[in-house]
């Protein structure tokens, strides 16, 4: 069973930063897109982030281009998000989510919470 373990949520004021972390088991990381998505109340899922399997592209959405970085370490089968000027409206349950290069095949974190508020 694919494992996708997100982690580095919580609680940020205005302005401040956050660094997720989405650990991948049982699966061949180094092969799959990593992207991230996130989710607030009320609102459908948004992608916010992708990186690809070598990580030589990225793609940001564009309310969080130049204040958010997607990153890999394929060697630790770990990616992140470094958040850095967070603002009220980036507050949503945050997902990490890989998908097979390959088969296409798909896969989702639990999900972490991060709320920006004073």
């Known amino acids: 069973q694919v494992q996708l373990v997100e982690s580095g949520g919580g609680l940020v004021q205005p302005g401040g930063s956050l660094r997720l972390s989405c650990a991948a088991s049982?699966?061949?990381?180094?092969?799959?897109?990593m992207r991230w998505y996130r989710q607030a109340p009320g609102k459908e899922r948004e992608l916010v982030a992708t990186i690809t399997s070598d990580g030589g592209i990225t793609y940001y959405a564009d309310s969080v281009k130049g204040r958010f970085t997607i990153s890999r370490d394929n060697a630790k089968n770990t990616m992140y998000l470094q958040m850095n000027s967070l603002k009220p409206d980036d507050t949503a349950v945050y997902y990490c989510?890989?998908?097979?290069?390959?088969?296409?095949?798909?896969?989702w974190g639990q999900g972490t919470q991060v709320t920006v508020s004073s």
């Open positions: 049982r699966i061949i990381f180094s092969i799959n897109i």
């Open positions: 989510n890989a998908q097979n290069s390959y088969d296409r095949r798909s896969y």
